[in-house]
Every structure is written in C-alpha cells, then in structure tokens.
C-alpha cells in the first residue's frame, strides 16, 4: 500500500507566480489534510477536506491560496501570486475514518 | 477550542539516558492521542497511538507513551536513547470526535554520542 504522495518535491517559483501543489492521499483513505511548516517553526494547519468538501480551512490565509479534493484525482493546494513570506514545507496528510494521520514527503517550495 | 502544550522546546541528552517529553491538552471530553517523530529533512511519521483501552502504549523504536485522563497528559517515554532517536516529536490530539488534530509546537530532542 503505497504511503501518502506528494508532487513536486521541490518546487521554484518567482514572485507573482502561481504554484500548484498536488498531493495523493494513501488508498482507502477519504480524508485529506494540509499543514505548512516554517524553519524553525511548528506545523500550521491550513485546511482539512473530504471528497468534493472543504470541512474546516480556518488555518487558510484569506487570499491567494485555496485547496481542493475533486472527486476524482489528488488533492491541490494552490497558491497565487506567490510571495517570499510562502516559502516553507507544505505537508499533507491523509487518515482513515479513526484519524490518525498518514503524512507525504512535503512539497517545499521556494519564492525567488 | 483544544491546545496542545509541550513544554520542553528542546532536549540534550546523552546516548543509554532514559527519556520523557511531557505533553497536556485542554479538552476534558474523549481523546484520540499520538506521537509524531521528524527525522531531519523528513516528514513526520506516526510513532503510537491511544484510542481507548490498556492507558500504556507501546510504540515503534522502543517508544511507548501513558495516558493519565486526570492530568490530562500523554508522555512520552523511552528507557534508552539512541543517536539515531535525534529528531523533533509531536504531540497531537482529536478530540470531541472531530478529526481535526491539533499539534503540539514540537520538541527538539538531541542525542549525543
């Protein structure tokens, strides 16, 4: 059973730019989440979707970013008009109905 | 809302010490708990876990933790460290039967040789 994928590894984008993180959660699992992690920092949780939902994004910024979980697919973060301040490890996990979560590699992506 | 308190930030420790890393939440109702473990550069892997039954939980690596519902705490222990152990743990809770965990800010454990 393969783990929780997450693609691109290493992203690099220039400011203004959009970035697209996409990330395939472990099979049998419905639920997905994503976290950010800073240098030196905790893991921030951004936003938590089913298939098709988005139950909780109150660790979401406002603008610029939103995440998605079709129903076919991986699930997306996207970020527009990325900035310096974006630069971080974005993680996503995923868990079967009893919650404990599974995470991928990370995606860090980096603002020039 | 539910928190997750670690209040070592950062631990040294020699090789063949035995290790606890304290963690309490707030919630009061049931729990679901686990220990993350990131190695440098990797990504966070599940350690153990409580749901319901025997308090004492034995986890990979020789970990084992031990929920105490009146002190609202989940250590973490191990009778022997290892080099290989340095890495940063998370403490991590779901409570109220909502899957949203809510992560501990980490401890940094440091073994030295």
């Known amino acids: 059973n393969a783990g929780v994928m997450q693609n691109p590894r290493h992203l690099v984008r220039r400011r203004g730019q959009e970035a697209r993180l996409r990330c395939s959660p472990m099979k049998g699992h419905s639920h997905v989440y994503w976290y950010r992690q800073l240098p030196e920092e905790g893991l921030k949780f951004m936003v938590y979707l089913q298939k098709e939902n988005i139950i909780d994004e109150s660790g979401m910024p406002k603008e610029r970013f939103s995440a998605e979980f079709p129903k076919e697919g991986p699930s997306i973060l996207r970020i527009q008009q990325v900035v310096r301040g974006d630069s971080a490890a974005y993680f996503c996990a995923s868990s079967p109905p009893s919650g404990e979560q599974y995470f991928g590699p990370g995606t860090r992506l980096t603002v020039t | 809302a539910q928190s997750v308190s670690q209040h070592n930030h950062h631990v040294i420790l020699s090789e063949a010490a035995s290790l606890e890393l304290g963690c309490n939440y707030s919630?009061?109702?049931?729990?679901?708990l686990f220990w993350y473990v990131q190695y440098p550069g990797q990504h966070l892997q599940l350690l153990l876990k409580?749901?319901?039954?025997?308090?004492l939980v034995k986890g990979i690596k020789g970990f084992e933790a031990e929920f105490i519902k009146s002190k609202f705490s989940f250590n973490l222990r191990k009778p022997s460290v290892q080099w290989s152990d340095t890495a940063e743990y998370f403490c991590a809770v779901i409570s109220g039967g909502y899957q949203k965990v809510t992560f501990g800010t980490g401890t940094k454990l440091q073994v030295i040789p």
């Open positions: 919630y009061g109702g049931t729990v679901n």
């Open positions: 409580y749901f319901s039954g025997d308090p």
